[in-house]
């Protein structure tokens, strides 16, 4: 008798556990921007202020769409993170591995003025080395020769995408409160170049394929997501993404105030 009891508490708690975090992502809408084409290598730039508010996290990453499906697939991620734990806190990261047993080369930066600033965050893929870099300063460059996760990346052309969400990880990303909201990364413009060795202008190894000012959604390019994923209390909602005045606006909102509130502060 005592088991049953004992078991039927249990249940009773994952029920309940179950339905407050369903509750959560009902509450609360964040927002995702994913490209429809994948590349092999390159470079991104992208203008932004990011968000740094505690339990958000505030992104430009590089991805393979079917990470999240598990072997036979396999986790191919570069990331770029504002994290609210703390502030002017920047994690970079390499994810590879698979979806059960990831590999993940975290790494912690300062950037002044983090979410109070637009800053140009470069993102650098090709066979040999990942580097990433704040405003042309390097923050961090990994080679194949000295990591393996570079080496893995060169198998999967990765979608491009920005999100912000609510991580419910707070030795991670710190403790969400409600009251913050709403928040929202904005972003001027990005540029892609392509991976052409000793091609590009002057002899360098990129060159500009193409540029987003976000005069307006280019639904060829760009789609906004419609989901969630475990560890995230915010789904996504196209509502949530917005261009207005020259930017894309990533919006973080309860969920019966979706959309951008506010004036839109100016890249000077």
Same mark, same amino acid.
């Given at each position: 008798m005592k088991f049953k009891i004992q078991f039927f508490i249990l249940v009773m708690f994952l029920i309940f556990s179950c339905a407050l975090s369903a509750q959560q992502v009902t509450n609360f809408k964040g927002a995702e921007v994913f490209s429809h084409e994948a590349v092999l290598f390159g470079k991104f730039e992208v203008r932004m202020r990011m968000v740094n508010e505690k339990g958000m996290v505030s992104s430009f990453f590089l991805y393979d769409n079917k990470s999240w499906q598990g072997l036979p697939h396999l986790w191919r991620e570069i990331d770029i993170e504002a994290l609210g734990k703390e502030k002017n806190l920047l994690q970079t990261n390499i994810i590879t591995g698979h979806a059960a047993s990831k590999l993940m080369s975290e790494l912690k930066h300062k950037v002044e003025n983090l979410h109070s600033e637009y800053h140009t965050y470069t993102v650098e893929w090709t066979p040999d080395y990942i580097a990433v870099y704040v405003d042309g300063v390097l923050l961090r460059k990994d080679t194949a020769a000295e990591n393996q996760q570079v080496a893995d990346l060169r198998d999967t052309p990765l979608t491009y995408r920005m999100n912000l969400w609510i991580s419910d990880a707070e030795e991670w990303a710190g403790r969400f409160n409600k009251n913050t909201l709403p928040r929202f990364q904005y972003v001027n413009w990005i540029k892609y170049y392509e991976y052409t060795p000793?091609?590009?202008?002057?002899? %360098?190894?990129? =060159?500009?394929? /193409?540029?987003?000012?976000?005069? %307006?959604?280019? =639904?060829?390019? /760009?789609?906004?997501?419609?989901?969630?994923?475990?560890?995230?209390m915010a789904a996504f909602d196209p509502a949530n993404a917005v261009i207005k005045n020259g930017y894309l606006i990533l919006c973080l909102t309860k969920a019966s105030e979706t959309g951008l509130k506010g004036l839109i502060p100016e890249d000077n």
């Open positions: 000793g091609k590009g202008p002057g002899g %360098s190894d990129f =060159t500009l394929a /193409w540029t987003d000012d976000f005069n %307006s959604f280019n =639904t060829e390019r /760009w789609g906004a997501g419609n989901w969630g994923f475990e560890g995230n």
